[in-house]
């Protein structure tokens, strides 16, 4: 028979790690997206976390493996999303659409470091090799939206556009509005960035 303190004592203690591993995720997170990569120290995210130095090489064996959690790590929820809309696809309704883009606009209000962090990447691609993890992502989320303009347009909800200058555009729109505005808790601002984002789509509001 199986003692039962002995399980609880081993989830305690996954949940420990799991916690430990969060902990200086978003240290990191936090550093690199307002010093950068350079910057950064193993040292200062340490301290940040709360944690001692070599507790951080217990979960990431280099800053560049934390570095490359930072960046790709988030882009798994924003696949999620587009995996679980796109098993919907067929049936989007116009009602469904708005609802999406005002998702996409609390998201990447909501993700402000990791933004920054993706943004660091890209101003630099030569250095990082997370780059072509970026643009992999950024041609799915182009395409995903590109398949909605098409959708949108064959059952009439949506104007006749150009899916392909949609896509890249509402892309180049939500990562911009991110980074331009700091101020995501204010409501009449949001609401506004949400009503442009619906005019890309050619929705009149």
């Not at 081993?10 to 690199?32: C, H, T, V």
């Not at 995501?184 to 890309?200: C, D, E, I």
């Amino acid at each position: 028979m199986i003692d039962q303190s002995i399980m609880r004592g081993g989830i305690m203690a996954r949940a420990r790690s799991s916690k430990k591993r969060e902990d200086i995720f978003q240290a990191g997170l936090k550093l690199f997206s307002q010093h950068g990569y350079s910057k950064t120290t193993i040292k200062d995210v340490a301290e940040e976390a709360g944690v001692s130095f070599g507790t951080v090489f217990t979960y990431f064996e280099t800053k560049d493996q934390l570095f490359h959690a930072c960046v790709t790590e988030p882009l798994v929820e924003f696949r999620e999303h587009i995996m679980e809309i796109r098993n919907r696809l067929e049936t989007l309704t116009l009602q469904q659409l708005k609802q999406i883009i005002d998702q996409h606009v609390d998201m990447f209000f909501e993700k402000e470091r990791e933004i920054r962090v993706i943004q660091y990447v890209i101003g630099q691609p030569e250095r990082f090799q997370e780059m072509e993890e970026l643009d992999s992502f950024a041609n799915e989320f182009t395409q995903f939206i590109q398949d909605i303009v098409v959708i949108g347009m064959k059952k009439g909800f949506l104007p006749n556009s150009n899916p392909e200058e949609v896509g890249h555009g509402y892309l180049a729109f939500l990562m911009g509005a991110r980074l331009t505005y700091t101020d995501h808790k204010n409501v009449q601002l949001t609401n506004g960035f949400k009503n442009q984002a619906l005019r890309l789509f050619g929705i009149g509001v």
